[in-house]
């Protein structure tokens, strides 16, 4: 009875130790990653940056099976603007209309599944968390040894950004902001 139990145990302990070096949490280095955000409206566009908070990929033999990403929305800049206008839309965007960075400093992307497309490219599952408000999203992840990048495409008006969207309000005329806006994610490792 021991000689089960002593063997029952070693392989519990081996499976585990199998487990251990399997498994690998990629952290991102959040000071070298970028995140791009490119808005649009019946007449233009603006863009800026966004900063990451924290990020990890997690890894299983390689492949991609999870990760976590928090974005700090307080964060949120305009680069094609300057002076006056550029506080003014900065301002804007972290109010309740848009993001509304007091009750809500934070966006969040949880990696539920991914796929190997080959080539380091996988397709991936997620939930975003906006304003908390979650909604699944799928996108392209390409992914090299220390770098990995992705455009996304995000309905804001699922996330109760409703501002300016004809989605909401009518007769906005050319004060009309499309729904969908979009964000090129840079990742370091």
């Not at 968390?129 to 090299?144: A, G, Y």
Request: glycine content about 10%; charged content about 25%; hydrophobic content about 35%.
């Amino acid at each position: 009875m021991k000689n089960r139990i002593l063997k029952g145990g070693l392989a519990a302990v081996i499976v585990l130790a199998t487990v251990a070096f399997t498994n690998t949490k990629k952290e991102v280095d959040v000071e070298a990653s970028t995140i791009a955000w490119t808005g649009e409206k019946v007449t233009g566009s603006h863009n800026g940056t966004i900063e990451l908070k924290s990020g990890h990929i997690m890894m299983e033999d390689d492949k991609i099976v999870g990760g976590e990403f928090v974005m700090d929305m307080s964060s949120i800049t305009v680069t094609d603007l300057s002076g006056e206008n550029k506080g003014k839309l900065e301002g804007h965007l972290k109010s309740e209309d848009f993001f509304g960075i007091e009750k809500h400093p934070e966006a969040k992307l949880v990696i539920t599944s991914a796929a190997s497309k080959g080539n380091g490219k996988y397709g991936i599952v997620g939930d975003l968390t906006i304003k908390n408000e979650t909604h699944p999203i799928t996108f392209d992840l390409s992914v090299n040894e220390d770098s990995a990048k992705t455009h996304l495409t995000i309905d804001r008006s699922k996330y109760n950004v409703r501002y300016g969207s004809g989605s909401f309000f009518d007769n906005l005329g050319d004060k009309t902001i499309y729904d969908n806006f979009e964000l090129d994610v840079n990742l370091k490792f």
